[in-house]
């Protein structure tokens, strides 16, 4: 699914127009950009969290000359399902485990 294709079918939800349906999703997509970058966690209920982790500086290596090269630290998103979502999209495994 695109970005395209969620303002769809947010629009489709009711008087909505293409214009209002892009506006809800760029809200939404604003809102948890800017919660990680000030350092917040996201948590959706029946859906997952959202967090930032940080990557430890390392030595890695140009696949195409074997030269090293020092990686930077750096801060990562991070998403966690719930389980009510893990679930959803393996409906075997939560009979099995029951």
């Known amino acids: 699914m695109t970005k395209a294709d969620l303002?769809?079918?947010?629009?489709?939800?009711g008087d909505l127009t293409r214009r209002d349906g892009e506006v809800i999703v760029e809200t939404i997509f604003g809102a948890v950009i800017?919660?990680?970058?000030?350092?917040d966690k996201?948590?959706?209920?029946?859906f997952g969290s959202f967090r930032i982790r940080q990557r430890n500086p390392r030595i890695g290596r140009n696949p195409k000359t074997g030269e090293r090269v020092e990686v930077p630290a750096?801060?990562?998103?991070?998403?966690k399902p719930s389980k009510e979502l893990r679930?959803?999209?393996n409906p075997g495994e939560a009979a099995r485990v029951s």
């Open 7 to 13: 303002v769809e079918k947010v629009t489709g939800l």
């Open 74 to 79: 750096k801060k990562v998103p991070y998403f």
């Open 87 to 89: 679930d959803l999209v």
């Open 34 to 39: 800017g919660a990680l970058q000030s350092g």
């Open 42 to 46: 996201i948590e959706i209920r029946g």
